[in-house]
């Protein structure tokens, strides 16, 4: 699926350049030297060449001050080849994330973190939807899972995943429960569930004894198993069996993530340059 998204972004993207002569720019920023960002942002990478788009990689030293950090988002805002800008979370613990994602011009801001696009979505009148949650409902629309009127628990109340998952299965008319840390009883939430989203970041934390025979499940986690193994937060090997989907980790929800990243680029792309769909 997320070969077929980027390869429609790569006609498409053919297309501007062959009629208009402009091909996207996503600047990807990461600070200091978190492996499982590295990941991402190489990934991010590898999918802007593929698509055709224009990438710029930002690795800044893990001592990066918030001034200089805040001096780059403001050049990359104004730089006109430059369409979507990307700082990888999470950064360094002195550096604060927050003002950081309201410095980003909110118009080139792909991950759909900064304020204006938050508060679009909860409206549900959008330009960009967060990566994640955008590409767990293509899947979810892709194998026609029907969210209407179905009991949806989201594991995991974060900005990035929790939050606006539950708002999207929202908007689709899903009856929607968001679980977190303080969740009393959430094995018996968890058993509700029609379908059900991981997104916890525990390894294997969702057992068998927690999924409704016949449930869809999405693993959003990116965790490493005791024996530093990457895995999810859903115990793939016991819950296969007993629900009707569910994505693995790796090759799940993280390239329809990206695959995300791309569409919102090229719509960023178009957006300031005054073309329509
Ligand atoms: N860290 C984990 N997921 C993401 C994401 O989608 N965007 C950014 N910027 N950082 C992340």
Request: contains cysteine.
């Amino acid at each position: 699926m997320s070969a077929e998204v980027k390869e429609s972004v790569r006609q498409l993207t053919e297309q501007l350049k062959a009629e208009h002569n402009i091909t996207p720019g996503l600047a990807v920023v990461i600070v200091g030297d978190d492996p499982a960002s590295r990941v991402y942002v190489n990934n991010k990478k590898k999918a802007c060449e593929a698509v055709g788009f224009k990438s710029e990689e930002y690795a800044l030293p893990a001592e990066t001050t918030q001034e200089e950090l805040l001096a780059l988002v403001e050049t990359l805002n104004n730089k006109e080849d430059i369409n979507g800008i990307l700082v990888q979370l999470p950064l360094p613990k002195h550096l604060d994330d927050k003002a950081v994602i309201a410095a980003i011009r909110s118009d080139k801001d792909v991950d759909a973190f900064h304020a204006v696009n938050v508060g679009k979505i909860m409206l549900g009148e959008y330009d960009f939807l967060p990566c994640t949650p955008a590409g767990v409902m293509e899947m979810l629309h892709s194998y026609q899972i029907p969210v209407e009127g179905r009991e949806c628990v989201v594991i995991g109340r974060s900005n990035i995943v929790g939050k606006p998952m539950g708002m999207l299965l929202l908007h689709e008319n899903g009856t929607v429960t968001i679980c977190h840390s303080r969740t009393k009883n959430l094995a018996e939430v968890c058993r509700r569930a029609d379908i059900l989203v991981a997104a916890v970041g525990i390894p294997k934390f969702v057992t068998a004894d927690m999924v409704k025979d016949g449930a869809v499940v999405i693993d959003v986690g990116m965790d490493r198993d005791e024996n530093g193994k990457l895995c999810g937060d859903v115990d793939f090997e016991n819950v296969k069996d007993k629900c009707s989907f569910i994505t693995p980790v790796p090759g799940g929800v993280g390239p329809m993530t990206i695959a995300t990243l791309m569409k919102n680029t090229l719509k960023a792309c178009k957006l300031q340059h005054g073309i329509s769909e």
